[in-house]
């Protein structure tokens, strides 16, 4: 499975050229979410460097402490799991929340999964007259 689509690619493109713009004051919803299907590992990623491998985003390593910060595509996708599976992408997963609401509530709830889990079932509205960012 592609980790990232043409389209990805160029909203976490756009999302980095915001954020230098911005220097730093962007936060926007995650693009793609990653997870180990064979673990617990999963990320929630919303940059990529004009390197073209560098990414930003939300990272969770299963050890109960999400972490925002820098990773890169090209060991992501050089992972070999047992059985010969690969990180794989969640197809449905859409979000309106930022990067900074799910780290918030994955280091509260422990991970990205359960934060996932509670957002689904807890969170409150977004207001009808926030708009949101460009996806």
């Not at 004051?25 to 997870?35: A, G, L, Y």
């Not at 919303?46 to 890169?72: I, Q, R, V, Y």
């Not at 807890?122 to 960012?133: E, H, Q």
Request: proline letters at 9%; aromatic letters at 8%.
């Amino acid at each position: 499975m592609e980790l990232l689509t043409p389209e990805m690619r160029a909203a976490l493109r756009a999302n980095a050229d915001a954020a230098m713009a911005n220097e730093g004051r962007h936060d926007p919803v995650p693009v793609v979410k990653w997870f180990n299907p064979a673990g617990a590992a999963t990320w929630l990623v919303t940059e990529l460097d004009a390197d073209g491998d560098t990414l930003f985003g939300l990272a969770d390593l299963g050890f109960g402490c999400p972490e925002l910060g820098s990773f890169s595509l090209s060991e992501i996708a050089a992972l070999r799991l047992p059985f010969g599976l690969t990180i794989e992408r969640d197809l449905t997963f859409e979000t309106q929340r930022t990067l900074s609401y799910w780290a918030e509530v994955a280091r509260h709830r422990g991970s990205i999964s359960d934060a996932e889990q509670w957002i689904l079932r807890n969170a409150p509205p977004l207001p009808a007259n926030d708009p949101l960012p460009p996806s």
